[in-house]
């Protein structure tokens, strides 16, 4: 990270900004979300026409789910950069597919077309900015945005610095999202996975380990970690809790349990096995559970109803939406 010499006017609030999402997919329309329910002029840059076309629709429904629907208006779409006026453009925020090669080739673009004061974000969740920004001019204005699906509905957003990112920048970034009712979170490096994922892949090595040596089956690990130790997450984060339970008491148990755990350098065969022969989950009818369209349905529908009534449990805790 690095400290600029040139004093960085940071970000207006979401009323005045105007915001640019990259990549109209499920991710980039969510985030279209987050930031036009905060009446924030937003562009969401699509070149494929259908999915351009169903954009508005599921954003309006979104939008209305959660009584916003006057968000749709401050909404555009359109196919291309070319279709942008640079000179009003605060943000951008990059949601189109994972490969490196197009991420960097879009920030080149954004590099010449977005002017200097603009904050230039990547919603990666495989690619440190540093890799997408490499040998890039104005990498201090470069920074990880990272949302978790859905983004509107999950608060969580984690701000990661690169090698050259501007500590102002992630500052301002921060209190954007802030006004936009998430919760952000700073991230000093821009190591693989970040904060959260990483978290979360430690957990799900142990996991899928433990179904491995047939100690339990994929429906009780779900159940021991929604209806255990997962539901108390909604209340305390792993360090609060230890304070609650003693940090004695958890130094004692790590000390047994720590020297076996699972250490493996490569994914569970359980996983392997499924990423090898198509059992890829939901969008393929079968991975640890079976999947019809009417289950899927059903799913989603539960999934959503419960991200929706952990947000109202945990309302008095998460930012104001500020316009």
């Known amino acids: 990270m690095q400290e600029s010499s040139v004093e960085q006017p940071g970000l207006p609030t979401p009323g005045v900004a105007h915001a640019v999402v990259v990549g109209g997919g499920t991710m980039g329309a969510d985030v279209a979300v987050v930031l036009t329910r905060t009446s924030c002029r937003t562009t969401v840059v699509e070149p494929n026409a259908t999915t351009a076309a169903a954009l508005r629709d599921r954003i ?18 359109v196919k291309d950069l070319d279709a942008i006026d640079w000179n009003s453009v605060d943000l951008v925020i990059e949601c189109i597919p994972e490969r490196l090669e197009l991420k960097q080739a879009l920030f080149a673009q954004l590099v010449r077309l977005a002017p200097p004061h603009t904050i230039l974000t990547s919603n990666s969740s495989s690619f440190p900015i540093s890799a997408i920004g490499a040998g890039l001019p104005t990498r201090e204005r470069m920074l990880g945005l990272h949302f978790f699906m859905p983004a509107h509905l999950v608060p969580l957003v984690e701000v990661v610095l690169g090698e050259a990112s501007d500590m102002r920048n992630a500052d301002a970034l921060i209190a954007f999202m802030r006004r936009c009712g998430m919760v952000p979170v700073k991230v000093m490096q821009d190591l693989p996975g970040f904060l959260a994922n990483r978290l979360q892949h430690a957990l799900s090595r142990e996991a899928f380990d433990m179904i491995d040596r047939g100690i ?16 108390r997450f909604l209340a305390a984060g792993p360090v609060l809790q230890r304070d609650h339970a003693g940090i004695d008491v958890h130094a004692a148990a790590a000390a047994t349990m720590y020297p076996t755990f699972c250490n493996a350098d490569q994914p569970a065969q359980c996983l392997r096995e499924r990423a090898s022969d198509g059992r890829h989950g939901m969008k393929k009818g079968e991975g640890f559970y079976r999947w019809t369209p009417e289950a899927i349905e059903a799913e989603r529908a539960r999934y959503d109803r419960l991200l929706r009534a952990g947000l109202d449990l945990i309302a008095a805790e998460l930012p104001e939406i500020q316009p």
């Open 216 to 231: 339990a089956s994929p429906e009780d690990v779900d159940a021991a970690v929604r209806f255990g130790f997962g539901f």
């Open 60 to 77: 309006g429904a979104n939008l209305a789910a959660i009584g916003r629907e006057a968000g749709a208006r401050d909404l555009q779409v």
